[in-house]
């Protein structure tokens, strides 16, 4: 548990600090808490500081056609 402790200390630290993105705080967060109720905080120290993460891409908005356009299309 100290060790823990000692993580979050330094996890808080570097977030105040550094103010990383909004996106990258949300995903660290996101993979520490998949353990329960308890925060990985080892983990979220590590993912926090990895320069390697980037943000995902935005999700691809399928454009759905209208019935109307649908029956147009089929020559009805």
Known sequence: MDRQDDARKHALKYVRKKGPAAWRVQLCNRNAHRKGQRVDWVGFDNCIRNEV?????APVQVQRKRRAQIMAERGA
């Open 53 to 57: 993460l980037r943000p995902a891409p």
